[in-house]
């Protein structure tokens, strides 16, 4: 009994201690948040207005909350709006989540719902799977799939079966999340929704339960994916042979009567490979294809190769495309015009522009301070587009170049148009992706073209995102609902870690032309 008493004492001494080493802590939290609520509504910029709401970042307690709800609302300033999700997402103690997933299930608002769900998904925050399951079933497409995306960064398998139904969502934002969802969670759930979305007429919603099968693989999705192939076409049709290779271990890739031949030899006995098996049949497949030069695989624009046949080529005539290449050698045998960057990159979109196959269709967009799209959308690539679209590309020019700046210097600054010759990377990708500043939260995301070749020379300039840091998170988020492949091609000095990682975040291909 007395070691008992003894033992309780120590344990009520140590949470004494405890608290009264957290209570400066909590002051300052209750302290800093005051504060924030007292000045937070003079401040009418959004660098402040950011700089404020970060301001509460080591902030651990429920009253932070409280206090950034009505900044979530604030939809008109994203750059706030991201700042207080990104707090959100840092707690560390029990209270303040707590109040989270309180103010989660209380808020009738969506932004503010939104922005909650963003901050549990960012922070991992699992322990209130109910408050989210309830939100699997809301109005709002939007907040379907975040509260999807919220479940499963929880890491909780157990969640699968409240997910299950959203594989037949009606929308296919939450649909797609869905399936990429119980991928993650490696549920063999996944499997039967993902065969039945093979044929789903959204083309995204197809690439979702193909990534699925991918990821959770499994002998019944063998023989549905092998007659997809026999559908498919341009890029997707890649797409499949991916998975198909993947779950089999073989390297068929899109040679459909080589899946057909081996299916029909090995169905009745075929075992899918372990992981260690796999990761062996990967390796021999990555040295098997060392030694054979692939088949042409359809539209090939500055050595890369894509069967895609919705095509948006993205071409730089910013001023600094006005200089000369400084690595010559490089392009000696090209058989260019001059040495000029924009003269090189014009004279390959021209080739490439005059090789499309008839069925491929494309578009094309010459940004610099504005963004000038060719068409207002898709075009077959027949002899009358080829030629139209030739007569466009030679007669793009770099805009307030170093030709220029002699007339700006003299006071002809109209004449020298410097201010048009920026570049609006964040303009141009937008535009490509059909954003048109509409974010994410409608149906634009449904676009019709699933492959960017984005070609650029400079570090962004100008438009709404100038950072590259922001300008590829905010391509991350606009591109994924739309799941369009970027590949990116750079030429010039600038700093090429950029151009990689939209290519990267993108699921494309970087090509550095050189210097």
Not at 205 to 211: I, T
Not at 394 to 403: D, F, I, P, T, V
């Amino acid at each position: 009994m007395n070691r008992t008493c003894a033992s309780l004492s120590r344990l009520l001494a140590a949470l004494a201690l405890v608290t009264a080493l957290l209570a400066p802590a909590r002051a300052l939290d209750d302290e800093i948040v005051a504060d924030f609520k007292k000045y937070f509504k003079q401040y009418k910029d959004t660098a402040t207005r950011v700089e404020a709401v970060l301001s509460l970042e080591d902030a651990d307690s429920a009253a932070v909350v409280e206090a950034l709800l009505p900044v979530l609302k604030m939809v008109e300033d994203p750059d706030v709006v991201r700042a207080a999700i990104r707090v959100l997402s840092k707690f560390k103690s029990e209270a303040p989540r707590a109040a989270l997933f309180a103010a989660l299930e209380a808020q009738k608002d969506e932004a503010v719902r939104s922005g909650l769900l963003q901050a549990v998904a960012a922070g991992k925050y699992g322990g209130a799977s109910e408050v989210l399951k309830k939100l699997l079933v809301d109005k709002s497409w939007d907040l379907r799939r975040r509260a999807v995306e919220a479940l499963v960064a929880g890491g909780d398998a157990s969640v699968a079966d409240a997910i299950l139904p959203l594989c037949n969502d009606a929308d296919p934002a939450p649909r797609c999340a869905a399936l990429e969802g119980l991928a993650a969670l490696k549920s063999p759930k996944v499997v039967a929704p993902a065969i039945a979305s093979l044929s789903h007429e959204v083309w995204q919603v197809r690439v979702s339960a193909m990534l699925a099968l991918k990821q959770v693989r499994s002998r019944d999705a063998i023989e549905p994916l092998i007659a997809r192939l026999a559908v498919e076409e341009g890029r997707l049709q890649v797409d499949v042979g991916d998975a198909l290779n993947e779950i089999t271990g073989r390297s068929f890739g899109t040679r459909l009567e080589m899946w057909q031949q081996f299916w029909g030899a090995y169905k009745d006995r075929f075992q899918i490979p372990t992981d260690e098996e796999l990761a062996k049949l990967r390796a021999k497949r990555k040295e098997e294809a060392a030694k054979y030069k692939p088949e042409k695989a359809g539209t090939s624009y500055h050595g890369i190769e894509t069967p895609s046949r919705r095509i948006m080529f993205v071409i730089d005539v910013s001023g600094s495309m006005e200089n000369l290449v400084v690595e010559k050698e490089r392009f000696e045998d090209g058989g260019y015009p001059s040495f000029l960057r924009i003269d090189i990159c014009k004279t390959e979109l021209l080739r490439t522009i005059e090789s499309l196959e008839p069925y491929v269709e494309f578009n094309a967009i010459a940004f610099a301070t504005a963004v000038r799209p060719w068409k207002k959308e898709l075009v077959k690539a027949n002899v009358l587009n080829k030629s139209a679209a030739v007569d466009w590309v030679r007669r793009l020019e770099a805009l307030g170049g170093a030709s220029k700046e002699d007339l700006a210097q003299a006071g002809l600054t109209g004449s020298a148009n410097l201010e048009a010759g920026k570049t609006n990377t964040f303009g141009a990708l937008s535009t490509a992706l059909g954003a048109g500043g509409r974010g994410t939260k409608d149906k634009a995301y449904e676009c019709m073209i699933d492959t960017i070749f984005f070609l650029s020379d400079g570090r962004p300039t100008v438009g709404d995102y100038v950072d590259p840091q922001d300008v590829a998170r905010e391509i991350r988020e606009l591109n994924k609902l739309r799941k369009v492949v970027i590949h990116t091609i750079a030429i010039g000095e600038f700093q090429k870690d950029f151009m990689k990682i939209l290519a990267l975040e993108n699921d494309g291909v970087f090509v550095d032309l050189g210097r």
